[in-house]
Antibody
């Protein structure tokens, strides 16, 4: 299984950025896809996830990003996306994508992770 | 939100030592707890899920236990390659939350 994030970079506050998470070797449609972030020198923070189509592809978000970030998935392309709008300096972090194992719609654990992509928000 | 508190924040031990650290939840989370290992500059890696289940291909020297609010992570015989920061994570309630991490170093 491979999980590869892309799309990170330097962006000004208030602008938008879209991250991609491309997978291979994974039964993509069976998994929730989640995003996490890690600010420099800090711990892990959950950003949000999108459930599988079996659960209508519903989404959940952390309060810190709700209304600004949107997670999407394309099962045909086995790719997930993180659309980030109205970026703030405090959104600066390495962003990780991971597959989430679900049962009855509950995302239990995150077993396959990408290497991360750095997003820097600065003027 | 459920707060996860790990202790100690850092730990120094020798190769071959038995190492144990803990994770405390601010409210009961049954066994809905996972442990991740993160080496410097790398992505997290799932080690233990549902408090005590060893992820596939993870060495058997790693183990986890606990339920409710108190959880323990143990390495039975520390190896040099185990140097990393370890995070606990709960999924009883949203938002998913992590502990602040325990940084494990070689003495």
């Amino acid at each position: 299984v491979q999980v590869v994030e892309s799309g990170g970079g330097l962006v000004q506050p208030g602008r938008s950025l879209r991250l991609s998470c491309t997978t291979s070797g994974l039964t993509f449609g069976d998994y929730a896809m989640s995003w996490f972030r890690q600010a420099p020198g800090k711990g892990l923070e959950w950003v949000g996830f999108i459930r599988s189509k079996d659960y209508d592809g519903t989404t959940e978000y952390a309060a810190s990003v709700k209304g600004r970030f949107t997670i999407l998935r394309d099962d045909f392309k086995t790719t997930a996306y993180l659309q980030m709008n109205s970026l703030k300096t405090e959104d600066t972090a390495v962003y990780y994508c991971s597959s989430g194992s679900m049962i009855f719609g509950v995302v239990r654990y995150f077993d396959y992770w990408g290497q991360g992509t750095l997003v820097s928000v600065s003027s | 939100d459920i707060q996860m508190t790990q202790s100690p924040s850092s730990l120094s031990a020798s190769v071959g030592d038995r190492v144990t650290f803990t994770c405390q939840a601010s409210q009961g989370i049954s066994k809905y707890l996972n442990w991740y290992q993160q080496k410097p500059g790398k992505a997290p890696k799932l080690v233990i899920y549902d408090a005590s289940n060893l992820e596939r291909e993870v060495p058997s020297r790693f183990s986890g236990s606990g339920s409710g609010t108190h959880f323990t992570f143990t390495i039975s015989s520390l190896q040099a390659e185990d140097i990393a920061t370890y995070y606990c994570q709960q999924y009883e309630n949203l938002p998913i939350t992590f502990g602040q991490g325990t940084r494990l170093e070689i003495k």
